[in-house]
């Protein structure tokens, strides 16, 4: 009964190789996060969707993007990855309003080599 | 510039002690607050919250105090257990654009607890 699904767990890809993460979600949440974690780092905010409404911070990277072709699902592109961009990439959702909590998915762990 | 401040990086406590987790935060805008337990392998999950109208919640064995003068809450575990050890981060929630709210979260509290 997993909730928020991130696959894959462990991904390897290439310096300067394109990379897709993906995550989905059985809880018919409105909101999806991506949020990337390094090590002894908070896990910090890139982006998220309300809806199909598209809210990037402003401190993420242009390498960084983002698709949700339905509700159930959420895409992390990174077009050119960096060795800094090593890092554990959490999704998680909400219904949305302040007080609603967000369901964090395991994570995936990016490996640049 | 760090929002929401965790400075103790590592705790260790004996099990059936009370463990205190610390955490500061700087925007006297943020009015309401989380915190999060992660264990290895797993994502975040959701322990307990408070609003800034409040200055105590409590949860079973789990209570948040919130000192808005200060800009400082604290989550106490009573008694800890040896299956509280995790790694428990504190958030803010905070306005996302668009009507939405997004959490701003400290770098985390280490806790082992020793049996």
């Not at chain 1, 390897?12 to 949020?35: D, I, R």
């Not at chain 2, 406590?13 to 290895?40: A, H």
Request: contains cysteine.
């Amino acid at each position: 009964d997993a909730m928020v699904i991130q696959n894959p767990r462990y991904q390897v890809t290439q310096f300067g190789k394109p990379v897709t993460l993906s995550c989905s979600q059985t809880l018919n949440h409105n909101v999806m996060y991506w949020y990337q974690q390094k090590s002894s780092q908070a896990p910090k905010l890139l982006f998220h969707y309300y809806d199909k409404d598209f809210n990037n911070e402003a401190d993420t990277p242009d390498n960084f993007q983002s698709r949700r072709p339905n509700t159930s699902f959420c895409f992390l592109d990174i077009r050119s990855p960096g060795l800094g961009d090593a890092a554990m990439y959490l999704c998680a959702t909400s219904r949305g309003g302040q007080l609603e909590t967000q369901y964090f998915g395991p994570g995936t762990r990016l490996l640049v080599l | 510039d760090q929002q929401v401040k965790q400075n103790s990086p590592s705790l260790s406590v004996q099990e059936g002690r009370i463990s205190i987790l610390n955490c500061d935060y700087t925007n006297s805008m943020f009015d309401y607050f989380l915190w999060y337990k992660k264990y290895p392998a797993e994502g975040p999950t959701f322990l307990i919250s408070i609003s800034s109208i409040k200055d105590k919640n409590e949860d079973g064995r789990f209570t948040v105090f919130l000192n808005k003068s200060a800009k400082h809450l604290s989550l106490h575990i009573v008694p800890s257990q040896p299956g509280d050890s995790a790694v428990y981060f504190c958030a803010a929630s905070a306005s996302g654009g668009s009507g939405t709210y997004k959490y701003i979260f400290g770098t985390g509290t280490r806790l082992k607890v020793l049996a």
